[in-house]
Every structure is written in C-alpha cells, then in structure tokens.
C-alpha cells in the first residue's frame, strides 16, 4: 500500500510540473549556449550604407570599410561598423573599436590599412556563411615598421541575417588569416 501512495505522489508531481508554464531562458542563460549577448537588431537607418538588400551586399560593404582606416579613423569605423551589425559580428567590432580608441603606438606610428574586397562567395553547405578574401597592404607615415611590406591576401568567414524586411546586417565576422 504504501509503495502504492509514493507511486501515485510521484505521478502527481510529474503531472503538475508537466502542466505548468515553460520558463524562458534568461538573456544572460542565452549568451552563456550562443556566446553572444542577445541585443535588438539595429533600425534600418543606423545599418551601414543605408542596409543592404542581400547579404553577400552586407558583407562586402562591412568588408570594405573593415579593412580601409588609417590610425585616426580606425575607432570611429570600428563604431560605425558595431551600430549596423549584429550578434557576433558587433561583438568583435566593438573590441576591436575599444582597443584601437587609446593605441598610442597605432597613431604615434601612423599606421593604416588599405585593401579591396576581392571575393565574398558562400560557403559550400553551410547556409548563410560566407568566405571574404581581401587583399590589403598596412603602412605606416612614421615608422619603418611596415616599410617594403607587400599586399598580402586575407580570408575571413563571416555571415549575414535578414534584420528588417529586405535589410540585411552582417551577424558574424571571423578572420582567419
């Protein structure tokens, strides 16, 4: 009798937790399994170029003005690149505008990159992943640390999403070399 009344407490829990409402994750629970912050989509406005109406048009706008700075517009790019993408791809600009804001050697040495976005293909059986191959040279005006450096070629993954309808905004961005 008693095995009988932990049976029937046992299927009475199981019953009530399966009746009661799902929990949503928490953001932070979702930035935990996706290694990004869920943040609002930028407004069509602020998306580089005005948004792109297709991803490959994204990524090679992001790509363009990624790869062409010099010392003392390397944070404002980094910037204006953060508050038009989304996901991963804001993330990495982001940093990348935080470190490049205070470098003192990059402005002492006046360095800049410049470059062309030679390809941005889709990658074979993954969806919305792309591969950018650019080709971009570094210089600098006050030092011969980059002096005589040829062009060189770069590839980098990266991946676009729909964030308005018929607006697109680079969502990962992952260089490889």
């Known amino acids: 009798m008693r095995a009988i009344s932990v ?64 010392a003392s517009t390397v944070a404002r790019r980094m910037l204006a690149l953060a508050a038009g993408s989304v996901g991963q791809a804001r993330s990495v600009v982001a940093l990348a505008a935080s470190e490049t804001a205070g470098d003192y050697e990059l402005r002492r040495g006046g360095i800049a990159n410049s470059g062309a976005v030679e390809a941005v293909a889709p990658l074979p059986g993954r969806g919305n992943e792309y591969i950018v191959v650019t080709r971009e040279r570094t210089t600098a005006t006050n030092s011969s640390a980059y002096e005589g450096l040829a062009p060189a070629w770069h590839v980098t993954l990266a991946s676009a999403r729909e964030v308005a309808p018929g607006v697109w905004a680079v969502s990962g961005w992952q260089p490889e070399s």
């Open 7 to 70: 049976v029937a407490c046992a299927a009475l829990v199981a019953g009530c937790s399966a009746l009661s409402t799902p929990t949503t994750p928490s953001k932070v629970a979702r930035a935990q399994a996706r290694h990004e912050y869920p943040a609002p989509p930028p407004p069509a406005a602020t998306i580089t170029g005005g948004g792109a109406p297709g991803a490959v048009a994204a990524i090679r706008t992001f790509a363009e003005i990624y790869i062409n700075w010099n």
